[in-house]
């Protein structure tokens, strides 16, 4: 499996995107099956017997990234295997470093909450 980022500048719309690619050697998604595989609980046939799971990984990451603003897809890969690719977009918020927004929360004490 490879897994590459990218980040792309888009001058018309002045937002930037990040994008992350997941890919593999295995035998690859049929081309009419690459929007049915983000549904929940689809599994492909023949390979869903092999490989065991219930076929929600898939429709979790599409979820993830549609709340995040972006979107996923699968493509074929050169010389076999598929490709996900995850493009999110690049917020303002972002730029900034977690440490200079976010507010430390008080350290949990154990067994304080159970009685």
């Given at each position: 499996m490879a897994v590459t980022r990218s980040a792309s500048s888009l001058a018309a719309s002045?937002?930037?995107?990040s994008k992350l690619h997941v890919c593999d050697r295995g035998p690859g998604v049929p081309s009419e099956l690459r929007?049915?595989?983000?549904e929940a609980?689809?599994?492909?046939?023949?390979?869903?017997?092999?490989?065991?799971?219930v076929g929600l990984g898939l429709s979790l990451v599409k979820q993830i990234a549609h709340r995040h603003?972006?979107?996923v897809r699968c493509e074929a890969?050169?010389?076999g295997g598929s490709c996900f690719v995850i493009?999110?977009?690049a917020h303002a918020?972002?730029?900034t470093p977690p440490s200079a927004t976010a507010t430390a929360a008080p350290p949990l004490q154990p067994?304080?909450?159970?009685r």
């Open positions: 002045a937002t930037t995107s929007e049915r595989i983000f609980f689809y599994r492909l046939p023949g390979h869903a017997e092999r490989s065991g799971g603003g972006g979107d890969r050169e010389g493009s999110l977009p918020a972002a730029a067994n304080a909450a159970r």
